[in-house]
């Protein structure tokens, strides 16, 4: 993307474009800028592809606004009608890789506040996910890919909680603003089991075993041996998927050396 490329799409009538800069973390997926103009600063999301990820981009968009008028996302500007690029306002604010108990505190209700969003979804179905993975040969692969089917087969004696989960909850996508918290990037939301969203939490927060009990705690109000089950389940799970994700991008790399 170019400042002159932008101009043409004519997004901003009373606000003159000054810089589009990459910014210094980059996702795997999608390509990042900080678009300052005249009176505001945005980021601006180019998107390398949708076909292997089987992403919505109309529906990040429509759950980002949702999740902004909930006051835990920053505001969607601009969604291009070939779905190319986004651009949403910027925040600034922390990330954070070890979390303090008012931290986590805070983090348990913005996820409470994600999931009573309200909007019509597809259902992710995880034993579809795993089978994007089966092309994988590495021993780590297929033993993930065995672990993952275990646990899914375990958890089906749970009663499913299903909401509208952000599914991609890592410290990179969480911004601590002063005492609120924020979401970003939304591509991966959809309707799923509560606990994946709080499995997420407890992988990528390296949460110990009494913060995972406050975790349920906090989210649940009161919970059951069932319910801490449950959790370790979808810790698994979430694990072993991120396993999976990497060895695949890193075969990915491979194949197009």
């Known amino acids: 993307m ?15 474009i000054l810089t589009l800069e990459p910014l210094r973390n980059q996702g795997f ?15 601006l999301r180019e998107f390398s592809s949708d076909k292997s990820v089987n992403i919505s981009r109309g529906f990040e968009y429509k759950i980002q606004n949702k999740a902004y008028k909930k006051g835990i996302a920053s505001k969607p500007i601009y969604l291009d009608k070939n779905k190319t690029f986004m651009i949403y306002n910027f925040l600034k604010g922390n990330h954070k890789r070890n979390l303090k108990k008012e931290n986590l505190k805070v983090l348990i209700k913005t996820i409470k506040k994600l999931h009573n969003i309200k909007i019509k979804s597809k259902q992710l179905n995880l034993k579809n996910e795993l089978k994007k993975y089966q092309h994988l040969k590495t021993k780590e692969a297929k ?8 646990e899914l087969k375990n958890l089906e004696k749970y009663k ?13 996508n969480i911004l601590f603003i002063k005492k609120d918290i924020k979401f970003i990037d939304w591509e ?32 649940l109000k009161t919970f059951t041996k ?32």
């Open 188 to 219: 991966y939301a959809g309707l799923n089991d509560a606990f994946f969203d709080l499995a997420t939490i407890s992988v990528e927060f390296n949460l110990e075993k009494r913060e995972k009990r406050y975790l349920l705690k906090k989210y």
């Open 143 to 150: 033993n993930s890919l065995k672990i993952c089917k275990k």
């Open 160 to 172: 499913k909680r299903l909401v509208i989960c952000h599914h991609d909850l890592n410290p990179k």
């Open 2 to 16: 170019t400042i002159q490329k932008l101009q043409d799409y004519k997004i901003f009538k009373n606000e003159e």
């Open 29 to 43: 997926c999608n390509i990042s800028y900080e678009l300052k103009t005249s009176k505001n600063t945005y980021v």
């Open 226 to 257: 069932n319910d801490i089950l449950k959790l370790e389940s979808y810790i698994n799970i979430y694990k072993h998927i991120c396993k999976l994700w990497f060895i695949s991008l890193s075969s990915k790399n491979e194949d197009s050396k």
